[in-house]
């Protein structure tokens, strides 16, 4: 499956953004999907996964409350809604595939990232 995120941007200091990811080449409707994170000079993070059905989430702690993961498989897209954000969450979000359960961290498919960039 090919990953391809967009909609990563300038944004200042509270607002919002939503993030999409959308594959082709598989439905995603078989794989758990994730997001993660890279900020300049740190290693990529956990944010968020999301399992098949859309039915269990689970989030990062540093984001709970501020951001929510969906998925539309029929649209075969992934989204990721980021609310009150902060200078620390700029970062190159990537969405991620695996065949498994939501609770592991190794994911088989990567996409492009997305930058987010948010001003002080």
């Known amino acids: 499956v090919q990953l391809q995120a967009s909609g990563g941007g300038l944004v200042q200091s509270g607002g919002s953004l939503r993030l999409s990811c959308a594959a082709s080449?598989?439905?995603?409707?078989?794989?758990?999907m994730g997001w993660f994170r890279q900020a300049t000079g740190k290693d990529r993070e956990f944010v968020t996964a999301?399992?098949?059905?859309?039915?269990?989430?689970r989030y990062a702690e540093s984001v709970k409350g501020r951001f929510t993961i969906s998925r539309d498989n029929a649209k075969n897209t992934v989204y990721l809604q980021i609310n009150s954000l902060k200078p620390e969450d700029t970062a190159i979000y990537y969405c991620?595939?695996?065949?498994?359960?939501?609770?592991?961290?190794?994911?088989?498919?990567w996409g492009q990232g997305t930058l987010v960039t948010v001003s002080s």
């Open positions: 080449g598989r439905t995603i409707s078989s794989y758990t």
């Open positions: 991620a595939a695996r065949s498994g359960s939501i609770w592991s961290a190794q994911y088989d498919y």
């Open positions: 999301i399992s098949l059905r859309g039915d269990t989430t």
